[in-house]
């Protein structure tokens, strides 16, 4: 898979790999998930906001990306039941939210994904 620098961010090239994800995650700044999610059709809310932030500061602390059960867990601790279902999730990242908003978050694939 070729890396590709194609996606413009404040007119300065982010490189990104084949699949979309950030190559260098210091290149990461919202206005790249905008783009991103723009891309996949997708016009991000402060509910996506929430779940992208937990990514980064999750990622930052333990240097992985959460799996999905743990993922709706921690969600569900720190932003109510109503959001800790995969249904809540695969509304706001119909791709898959661990793979989608990992890719917007600025961070690797997760383990997890396939």
């Known amino acids: ?22 190559l260098d995650a210091s290149q990461w700044q919202p206005a790249l998930a905008e783009s991103l999610a723009r891309q996949d059709g997708i016009m991000l809310t402060a509910d996506h906001w929430e779940v992208i932030h937990f990514l980064r500061e999750y990622f930052e602390q333990f240097a992985l ?32 939210p661990a793979r989608q908003a990992c890719r917007y978050a600025g961070l690797p694939k997760p383990i997890s994904c396939i």
């Open 65 to 96: 990306a959460p799996p999905m059960r743990l993922l709706l867990r921690e969600i569900g601790a720190r932003f109510g039941p109503d959001k800790a279902s995969s249904r809540y999730l695969y509304r706001l990242f119909p791709d898959g």
């Open 1 to 22: 898979m070729a890396d590709r620098a194609d996606q413009p961010v404040a007119d300065q090239p982010v490189a990104l790999d084949a699949r979309g994800y950030l």
